[in-house]
């Protein structure tokens, strides 16, 4: 049991690094997507910063990443543990050149063919929007030099991890993040001098590339100490390369259409709309979610792995299964009730992060619409995170692969039918695939602990359905209080129709108040219901925090 706790106690610490960097990485990207809600215009940012980049650039290195990352660690760390230091960097070093010179070709083909990818991604030709179709083509040549640099830092951050160095392994990112804010800070500056010289879009092109290079630097300062052993490894025969791969192709294909339904919902579908910044209300109604997702459940899963990848080589499952299920309880009980509460405070959030006057009232009703839905997505997806590294720690990827397939076609075929044949307005098409995401992903997480429960023991039925009845029930009582609330605020605290009328630090305040007041009612309401895991968390980890310093 102390072994155990041990081992908790270390995944909380490696936790709480990650945390912190994943705590500036948000912050560096909300100030980012801030500043560039208000110094781009609407076509520049769908262009540029959803399609291109994110839909393009960004898409690709994220397969990269989901693919290699698992494939990649636990052969890493087996060398490491069981050979020695020089075999494992030996192994980096040969997965680094191949992954170089793929790379090299998937930048060349973006660079020389921009315009059939962008008819790929788009759901309109040049001759029907021709402007929107040049700057999507135009970007898309010039920010391919940045898959280079991203891809090869997925790679280092799991070099980083595998030495547990969290922090500058998830520093990287925020990199990239934090160039962004800073070109789009000075590009609003240029627009309240009037200088002529400077250009939105060049300046953001510049920032993206330097990100992704700043990132790549960030890492290989951290691996400064292993960097004279890394060297150009050509062994393409090599029988690591082969079990790596081995690991990777189940995971090619599950990956990959994961990543098309999100070009489709996120740029094709959508686009098919004809309903000017509905790519940019769904695009902004996800930041809150994926912040939050990134700086707790991604920044446990994490942390998670390595020491996963541990017991998984001494076959210990019994240790395995205690791990995987206590952390999903913590999970659960912060994000049942959690997203409701969240949800009911959409609309003021939007206006205070997003609210300007490139936006309007309508673009502004469609983000906290997305927002909403993303928002109850929170639960299923931070369990898919944890249980998920329990399948690549047993090297299960054939199962994770099916599943994620199954989900991800689901996805995409209830998207596919409210806007391609119902034929929806604006707000259903919002629904559609901010809620379609959020269905599948509740099947996936069922699914995915129902499989991994037959290999490891993970829960028991009767405790898992008091445990979800507790955390629903929570949920329910303070989430409903604070619709409640919430409306009670707009319409006869501050009486106003609409939140931004209020003004933004009036909200602030009056939100600030409202979200301090459920929280301490979400501690007193699972006290008294006998929901004791919110307790235990709050003490644990102020526990471990006092710890660390």
């Known amino acids: 049991m102390s072994q155990s706790k041990s081992l908790l106690d270390r995944i ?13 990485l948000k912050f560096a990207g909300l100030l980012a997507t801030i500043f560039m809600v208000r110094a781009l215009t609407t076509e520049q940012y769908e262009m540029i910063y959803v399609v291109s980049f994110g839909g393009v650039i960004y898409t690709l290195f994220l397969i990269g990443e989901e693919v290699l990352g698992p494939a ?10 069981k050979e020695s230091e020089e075999d494992a960097l030996s192994f980096a070093s040969l997965v680094l050149t191949v992954q170089l010179l793929i790379l090299l070709i998937v930048a060349s083909i973006l660079f020389c063919f921009p315009a059939a990818i962008a008819s790929f991604m788009l759901d309109f030709t040049v001759q029907e929007e021709p402007e929107k179709f040049d700057l999507a083509v135009k970007s898309i040549r010039i920010l391919s030099p940045a898959i280079i640099f991203l891809s090869l830092g997925s790679t280092t951050y799991m070099i980083l991890n595998g030495y547990k160095k969290f922090f500058l392994a998830a520093f990287g990112d925020a990199t990239w993040k934090l160039c962004v804010a800073l070109a789009c800070g000075v590009i609003l500056v240029s627009q309240k001098l009037e200088w002529s010289w400077m250009h939105a879009a060049g300046a953001l092109y510049a920032a993206l590339l330097i990100g992704s290079v700043g990132k790549l630097i960030t890492h290989l300062i951290g691996m400064i100490q292993q960097l004279r052993k890394l060297r150009p490894n050509f062994k393409f025969m090599s029988p690591d390369l082969k079990a790596m791969a081995i690991l990777m192709l189940p995971l090619i294909a599950g990956i990959v259409l994961a990543k098309y339904r999100d070009i489709f919902n996120n740029v094709q579908v959508l686009s098919a709309v004809k309903q000017e910044g509905l790519l940019q209300a769904n695009d902004l109604g996800r930041k809150l979610y994926a912040s939050i997702h990134w700086l707790v459940p991604f920044t446990l899963q994490i942390a998670l792995f390595p020491f996963l990848c541990e017991l998984a080589g001494n076959d210990n499952k019994k240790k395995t299964g205690e791990v995987l299920w206590h952390s999903a309880k913590m999970m ?51 369990v898919e995170a944890v249980v998920i590294q329990g399948y690549f720690a047993q090297k299960k990827m054939l199962s994770i692969t099916i599943i ?14 409210g806007i391609k044949v119902y034929d929806v307005e604006a707000q259903w098409a919002i629904i559609f695939v901010a809620g379609g995401f959020g269905v599948s992903r509740l099947i996936k997480s069922c699914i995915m602990v129902a499989v991994l429960n037959r290999a490891i023991p993970l829960v028991h039925f009767k405790p898992l359905c008091i445990f979800l009845t507790k955390a629903c029930l929570l949920a329910a009582i303070v989430g409903g209080g604070s619709f409640w609330a919430v409306d009670l605020i707009q319409s006869n605290i501050l009486g106003v129709t609409e939140w931004l009328d209020a003004g933004k630090i009036k909200v602030v305040l009056v939100m600030s108040l409202h979200g301090g007041i459920i929280g301490i009612l979400y501690l007193i309401i699972a006290h008294i219901i006998g929901l004791k895991e919110p307790w235990e968390a709050f003490l644990w980890v102020k526990q471990k925090i006092k710890k660390t310093k």
Request: aromatic share 10%; charged share 10%; with cysteine.
């Open 332 to 382: 659960l009980v912060i994000f049942i009730p959690g997203a409701v509460i969240l949800a009911s405070m959409s609309e003021p959030i939007t206006a205070v992060l997003f609210g300007s006057k490139n936006l309007s009232t309508d673009n502004l009703h469609w983000t906290a619409l997305a927002m909403s839905c993303y928002l109850f997505t929170l639960p299923a997806a931070a």
């Open 12 to 24: 909380v610490r490696a936790g709480i690094v990650v945390g912190f960097a994943h705590l500036i």
């Open 72 to 81: 990649f660690l636990p052969l890493f760390m087996e060398k490491k543990e």
């Open 404 to 417: 994620g397939l199954a989900c991800s076609l689901l996805s995409v075929l209830i998207s596919y039918v």
